[in-house]
């Protein structure tokens, strides 16, 4: 083989990059291999139409570790925040917009219920108090399934941060992991508005029935973002997502890593039952102690490691992960502001500045769900929108706009016989069709669009099935069991090769959690070998 290391990296996603910014500040010799010309997987700004420029996939922050933020001393690097200006929800004729202030967020929820703001209140309170739990956990190892003295102890420290919680708490943390999403949602909240609007920020990070156990798990992401050291708030990265990653990228190469694009990994190599090293698809062979893959685990382990090294039951269960979140990602290149249904005027007001989300009824997104499922097309979707222009100039012509929009739900597969290729543009048009009725004047500024489906984010990103977490989390793939108990703890059953992506624990989303602790458990690792 032609180069040794202490580490490879197999993409430079943003996990992959805070692994190496970790393992290169531990002194190790690391390399980091990208298949794609440019590093940040997902997590990535590209022009997408001539001289505009956007965060192509991922767009919005809040889940990004500040841990992380600091040891791989990003702001130093280039990354700078973006606060936006609160949240707009459009569910047909309805409206609420709400921006963190009592009076005016009071007044809006008032004018569907007279309680469900103080209900509200007590929930978002009850999420962040009882979401330590799980905020304390993410930057550790989950305990195997083997119960060792280590795992106890990993253990016994899950369960200090239980009993901290009051007996109430406790109680309502287990109802949010066993009940479905439709059952606290009614529990809680008496307006058919609030009801669609939690319903939303299920399905927003999600692929599953509202009514299946376990299906309010996503109201944690809400909960336990951060952003420039405030709870449960959102927000951008000024230059798109790929500044954050550049920045990962510059830490990483100042603690000498070694960073190389168009390096796309063929096979993982592995002599006499360890993995030893990495062949390109170039045909060039590389060494290394440790193997760190920020590949999904589907990939990892079906198409990278050949099957005969690994258990057969372990491969077999890992073809049965349950992978795609259904979504659609599209980009406007656009020529003006868009005008908002409910905010006539000229002019950048507060709601161009915020996220936008529209979405139906409750019951109607529960029937997206199962159209998925059976692989056909919603007819009133789920539109995740930010026009992140209105806040940062540096990413459109003076007076032109981008705005992201993250669509659900968009099956990977289609039903009869029908191809994405060939569907892609109607899809395209239908949804713009969509947001016209909401925002009138969008056909009319139109000037290049981008359409991302399920299968262009897997030929893309290379997210199987077009996942964008890795791997769904459901409560059978989440913690000790994500990806599988025999690599929960970044080990695999293939000596030498380690995880270190969102289908590792903590799961998906831009935290860096995954990358640092696969790192944690390398650098352990080598250092005991030595």
């Not at 709400?98 to 929930?123: H, M, P, Q, V």
């Not at 509202?210 to 709870?231: K, Q, T, V």
Request: with cysteine.
């Amino acid at each position: 083989m032609s180069t040794d290391f202490d580490a490879i990296v197999i993409g430079a996603g943003h996990n992959g990059l805070t692994a190496a910014g970790y393992l290169g500040k531990a002194g190790l010799r690391t390399l980091v291999l990208e298949r794609r010309h440019v590093v940040g997987g997902a997590a990535v700004t590209e022009e997408f139409y001539p001289g505009y420029r956007n965060s192509i996939a991922s767009y919005v922050v809040s889940l990004l570790r500040p841990e992380v933020i600091r040891d791989l001393e990003l702001h130093k690097h280039g990354y700078e925040l973006i606060h936006l200006k609160g949240g707009l929800d459009i569910c047909r004729e309805d409206h609420l917009y709400l921006t963190g202030d009592e009076a005016n967020d009071r007044a809006e929820i008032g004018r569907f219920s007279g309680r469900d703001y103080d209900a509200i209140k007590r929930f978002n309170a009850m999420l962040e108090e009882a979401g330590t739990v799980i905020r304390n956990q993410w930057l550790r190892e989950p305990p195997s399934l083997n119960g060792g003295i280590v795992d106890l102890l990993g253990m016994l420290k899950a369960g200090r941060d239980m009993r901290g919680l009051s007996v109430d708490l406790r109680h309502r943390l287990l109802q949010m992991f066993t009940s479905s999403a439709a059952d606290i949602i009614d529990r809680w909240f008496e307006s058919p508005m609030v009801h669609s609007m939690y319903a939303s920020h299920c399905v927003s990070g999600n692929f599953a029935s509202l009514y299946h156990p376990g299906s309010a798990i996503p109201f944690f992401h809400h909960a336990l973002g951060e952003f420039d050291g405030e709870r449960g708030c959102w927000g951008l990265a000024r230059g798109g997502m790929g500044r954050i990653t550049q920045a990962m990228a510059s830490f990483a190469r100042s603690q000498g890593v070694d960073i190389r694009t168009d390096a796309g990994v063929e096979k993982i190599v592995v002599e006499n039952g360890r993995a030893r090293g990495v062949r390109l698809c170039s045909g060039e062979e590389i060494s290394a102690r440790a193997i760190l893959s920020n590949a999904d685990p589907k990939r990892t382990f079906l198409q990278l490691v050949d099957k005969e090294h690994l258990p057969a039951t372990f491969v077999d269960d890992i073809s049965h992960l349950r992978m795609g979140h259904a979504s659609l990602r599209m980009n406007l290149a656009l020529n003006g502001l868009p005008e908002l249904r409910d905010y006539p005027g000229a002019g950048i007001r507060p709601q161009h500045q915020c996220s936008i989300v529209i979405y139906p009824p409750m019951d109607v997104m529960e029937k997206n769900y199962h159209s998925a499922k059976a692989g056909r097309l919603p007819e009133e979707p789920r539109l995740d929108i930010v026009i992140p222009s209105t806040l940062d100039d540096s990413l459109a012509p003076d007076g032109h706009h981008v705005m992201s929009i993250l669509c659900k739900y968009y099956p990977y597969k289609l039903a009869d016989n029908q191809q994405w290729d060939d569907i892609r543009d109607r899809v395209g048009d239908d949804i713009i069709d969509y947001l016209a009725r909401y925002m009138p004047n969008i056909k009319s500024l139109i000037v290049g669009r981008q359409v991302l489906t399920p299968l262009d984010l897997e030929r893309v990103f290379g997210l199987t099935e077009g996942d964008i977490f890795h791997g769904r989390h459901d409560l059978d793939q989440i913690f000790s069991l994500r990806p599988h108990p025999s690599a929960a703890k970044y080990r695999t059953p293939l000596k030498g090769l380690y995880l270190c992506g969102s289908g590792s624990h903590p799961g998906g989303a831009v935290s860096g959690a995954p990358g640092h602790n696969g790192a944690m458990r390398v650098i352990k690792d080598l250092r005991k070998r030595r």
